[in-house]
Each structure stands twice: as C-alpha cells, then as structure tokens.
C-alpha cells in the first residue's frame, strides 16, 4: 500500500517558486549541487506515461452504431474548471532526486459573454522527496518546509533509490495533488452553484461531482479507450457531430458514470482520434436524452478556436484561458 504523508513541523517555510526552492535547499543542504532551472519539467520527461489499454465497458444504450447528434449546438454551460501542474528537480543527495512542486485550479464563471474568476483559484506549492531514501541530516534539512514523502512501503532498498523511480512517485504525488485542487472547487461549484460545469477532465474522482447533474466532465486524452471490439470501431469510425452509444464506466475506488465519444471536428486527414473527446456524466434513467442533450453543449464550444494550443481540437476556449490565467498567477 502506498503511503503518503506530510511533515509535521509548524509553520512550513514558502516555496512559492522553483527558485525559491533552489535558494532555500542550497542554504540547508551546503555541498549539494542544485538542478539547472532549463532543465525540463518532470510533465515532459519520456516513460512516465501509462500504456495505451482497451477497457470493455458496459453498454447503457441499445446501438452498436454512430448515434448523430440531433438539434443544432446550444451553449449551456456557465462555469469551466481546470488546473495545471508543474514541477522540477531541485536538487540532487546521494544521487536521489529532490522535486518541487506547484498545483494550481480555477474556475471560470461566463458572465455576459465575459470570464470572470469565481471564488479563489487554488494555488499549491510544495517539495517532494522520499524520506526513506534520504540520510538522516537530509531529513532534517527538509524540516519546516511543506513536504510530502513520496516513499512507498512496498519499495525495495535499491528501488526506492532509482532516480527515474523517485521522479516518477514524485510526479504522481503532484498529479494527486493537483486532482485533489481540481476536486476541491467541482464539489464546493456543485454544492453551491449548481449550473452547468465543464470540468476538464473525469468527475468519477468525487462522489459529489460525479452524482450531480450540473457537472460534465470532457476526457481529451485516450491512453486509455472504454470499449468492446465492435464500439471500438464505432469510436474510430465517429464523423463530426456523431457520439458513440451511451456506456457505463465504473473504475475501482471511483465513481460510476455514464459517458460517451464525441467527434467535434472532421477527422479526415487527421489521425483515428483527432477531434474525438469523452464526455461523463452523472448516471440517469434517459441516458440517450441525457447524452444528446450534453453533446449539443459540448458542439456549441467549439468556436472560438483554442489556438494556439496543441490540443485545440479538443479543447474548449474558456478552458485555455482558465490555463493561461493559471500560468500568469503562479
């Protein structure tokens, strides 16, 4: 089992900033070199991403076919909420890698055709290291500062060294970290708001969320594809404006929800996926109504264009500027 835990030592010491974290380290921990600030960050290193998985999901609706979405596009959604993540290696003791760590969240209300920020966004930064690992005047040089321990208990003496393994945990760390954040703002939006949110990402994390009939969650990644064989070829297959059959998901220790593939845009000259999200919702009883009625939010959010991002064809405006807002606070 995993564990994770953060140090006790009152009042923690701020590493609002990589170089923050540089600073403060040098200082604690002398004749250790710190990490070059161009190095890349932890999120574009090769081998940290799960492999590609087919999941058999079961069938909600009645179709092995592509399904048009009928009615023309209708904006609906008054919020969106996303969040980044970034985080570096800082320094090195003994070879073993000690990262810093920012998360950030925000949620965007559309008022009047404008964004507006609800709330308070939700900006976190921490170190991250593997306290098992470390010597004992390296744990004590950590004291004070807002630390999470990414050892594992089921690491192995020569593993739980492995530097591309301690990255990989501490990069985990972050990411939880980060869902928690995102987490945080869709269940006090459900709890409070209770109108339309687009959640970039799966609400199957909180039961809050992921039972509550104002939250959409919108999947642009697909490593992972919930499909049997026959709608697998419905998913490659979807022409612009068709969904695939409504299928119910229910990963372990999450939520289950209904979810469905929407191809947004003309794949043709594009790879099999371009242009294909995964929407979630909350279970109900009309799950072809349901999923109708969502798809034609989800089409109405396509203009404008979230240029020039890279995943632009999956990704809607208002979330782009949720992400550009975070990059500008933190």
């Keep these: ?28 921990v002398p004749g250790v070199a710190t990490v070059t600030s161009t190095a890349p960050t932890l999120e574009r290193l090769e081998g940290v ?45 003994r070879g073993i ?10 949620v965007k209300r559309r008022v009047d055709r404008r964004l507006t920020t609800w709330q308070h966004p939700i900006v976190e930064c921490r170190i991250y290291a593997p306290l098992s690992a470390l010597d004992a005047e390296t744990r004590h040089s950590l004291g004070g500062l807002d630390l999470v321990d990414t050892s594992r208990a089921d690491d192995d003496g020569v593993l739980s060294r492995h530097p591309a393994h301690v990255t990989e945990q501490a990069l985990h760390a972050v990411q939880r970290d980060r869902e928690r954040a995102e987490r945080t ?11 339309p949110l687009l959640v ?7 039961e809050i969320v992921g039972t509550h009939s104002c939250a959409v969650g919108i999947v642009k990644s697909h490593r992972q594809l919930y499909a049997s064989a026959a709608l697998l070829d419905v998913i490659l297959g979807l022409a612009c404006g068709e969904r695939t059959p ?31 999200v995964r929407v979630e919702v909350a279970e109900t009883e009309d799950a072809s109504a349901r999923a109708d009625e969502v798809s034609r939010w989800v089409l109405a959010e396509r203009a404008p264009l979230a240029l020039p991002d890279s995943r632009w064809d999956r990704m809607a405006y208002p979330v782009r500027e949720c992400e550009e807002f975070l990059r500008a606070i933190s």
């Design 246 to 276: 409504v299928v119910r998901i229910a990963p372990r220790n999450r939520t289950p929800v209904h979810s469905w593939y929407l191809r947004l845009r003309d794949g043709v000259a594009h790879d099999a996926l371009w242009g294909i």
């Design 1 to 28: 089992m995993e564990q994770r835990q953060r140090a006790t030592y009152p009042p923690s010491i701020p590493v609002a900033t990589f170089h923050d974290a540089v600073r403060i380290l040098a200082h604690r």
């Design 97 to 106: 890698p000690i990262v810093w760590g920012r998360v950030s969240a925000v």
């Design 185 to 195: 703002l869709a269940e006090q939006w459900c709890e409070t708001m209770r109108e």
């Design 200 to 206: 970039d990402g799966s609400i199957s994390a909180s």
């Design 49 to 93: 991403h799960e492999a590609p998985r087919v999941i058999d999901a079961q069938r909600v609706e009645n179709a092995t076919v592509a399904r048009p979405v009928p009615g023309s596009p209708a904006p609906a959604f008054s919020a969106f909420l996303d969040g980044i993540q970034e985080s570096r290696v800082v320094t090195l003791s």
